[in-house]
T-cell receptor, first 113, second 111 residues
Framework: GNSVTQMEGPVTLSEEAFLTINCTYT??????LFWYVQYPGEGLQLLLKATKADDKGSNKGFEATYRKETTSFHLEKGSVQVSDSAVYFC????????????FGQGTELSVKP | DTAVSQTPKYLVTQMGNDKSIKCEQNLGHDTMYWYKQDSKKFLKIMFSYNNKELIINETVPNRFSPKSPDKAHLNLHINSLELGDSAVYFC??????????FGEGSRLTVL
């Protein structure tokens, strides 16, 4: 079946530290991959996406590269800020399944000043 | 203007009651979704509708009934509420590209 696995949280970092949140997937087809972010008390927002192997998605200093050989889509940021504190969700979608997004379990990030 | 709006934001009710959550989107998307987020933040799709037609119906108890009067609205009605229904319910809309726009969520607490 199709699934997404993320590293367990919470992840606690100091401001300006380097961030990596690991994400691996299992898919029967050719998925598109996404990172969504959920700030406290809000709904999810799309952070970045990649639709095919070797694509790199980037937004707001965050990056993730679609690695087909390792079935991974790790999220990275060079220097985190307190305002990046949120829950991050990795997700995949396979187009022949009615546009269903399958989410990982979420990784909570807390950035301290 | 709020793109995806859902009401109510908070709902506290007794076991056995029936309740509804409403959702409206003004983005012109054809597809709308309901997701359930449990206390550990895990998100699971419940339903999706494309232009008023049911597309996805995951293994959700039939106490949950979605209704889409038009492509801008997708409501969720829940009968005979149980303690395990306590969660945050998110409505979303999108274009079948995986880029979804989520509402702010409706926190349901069943006592």
């Amino acid at each position: 079946g199709n699934s997404v696995t993320q590293m367990e949280g919470p992840v606690t970092l100091s401001e300006e530290a380097f961030l990596t949140i690991n994400c691996t997937y299992t898919a029967t087809g050719y998925p598109s991959l996404f990172w969504y972010v959920q700030y406290p008390g809000e709904g999810l927002q799309l952070l970045l996406k990649a639709t095919k192997a070797d694509d790199k998605g980037s937004n707001k200093g965050f990056e993730a590269t679609y690695r087909k050989e390792t079935t991974s889509f790790h999220l990275e940021k060079g220097s985190v800020q307190v305002s990046d504190s949120a829950v991050y969700f990795c997700a995949l979608m396979i187009y022949n399944q009615g546009g269903k997004l399958i989410f990982g379990q979420g990784t909570e990030l807390s950035v301290k000043p | 203007d709020t793109a995806v709006s859902q009401t109510p934001k908070y709902l506290v009710t007794q076991m056995g009651n029936d309740k509804s959550i409403k959702c409206e989107q003004n983005l012109g998307h054809d597809t709308m979704y309901w997701y359930k987020q449990d206390s550990k933040k895990f998100l699971k799709i419940m339903f999706s509708y494309n232009n008023k037609e049911l597309i996805i119906n995951e293994t959700v108890p039939n106490r949950f009934s979605p209704k889409s009067p038009d492509k801008a609205h997708l409501n969720l009605h829940i009968n005979s509420l149980e303690l395990g229904d306590s969660a945050v319910y998110f409505c979303a809309s999108g274009l079948n590209t995986g880029e979804l726009f989520f509402g702010e969520g409706s926190r349901l607490t069943v006592l």
